[in-house]
């Protein structure tokens, strides 16, 4: 069974840091890439960062570049996402995700196969 949890979420002011986390059952870590989206009310889902397992190499969104950190420990089965300088906008519920398939890109729901349940995130002013 696939699973992906992720962790770390909660209340925080603007400008404080946070840090996310998602926990992959062996399965789902063997997969190419992990990734973060967030739904903001009222939006759509949107691309956060994304990770590839093997190089560790990392793609952001715009709105998070310079602030937003994605990591990953493959001993733990983990990934990240660290969050600074957060501001109202960022409020969401995050969502971990994996990818089975090599792609030139991780920016899309769909370049994934797997989904945690998410995590809410919420920056108070």
């Known amino acids: 069974q696939v699973q992906l949890v992720e962790s770390g979420g909660g209340l925080v002011q603007a400008g404080d840091s946070l840090k996310l986390s998602c926990v992959a059952s062996?399965?789902?870590?063997?997969?190419?890439?992990m990734g973060w989206f967030r739904r903001a009310p009222g939006k759509e889902r949107e691309f956060v960062a994304a990770?590839?397992?093997?190089?560790?190499?990392?793609y952001y969104a715009d709105s998070v570049k310079g602030r937003f950190t994605a990591s990953r420990d493959n001993a733990k089965n983990s990934v990240y996402l660290q969050m600074n300088s957060l501001s109202r906008e960022d409020t969401a519920v995050y969502y971990c995700?994996?990818?089975?398939?090599?792609?030139?890109?991780?920016?899309?729901?769909?370049?994934?196969?797997?989904w945690g349940q998410g995590t809410q995130v919420t920056v108070s002013s």
């Open positions: 062996e399965r789902a870590f063997s997969n190419v890439a």
């Open positions: 995700a994996a990818a089975a398939v090599y792609r030139d890109a991780y920016s899309r729901p769909n370049d994934y196969e797997y």
């Open positions: 990770i590839r397992l093997m190089s560790g190499m990392t």
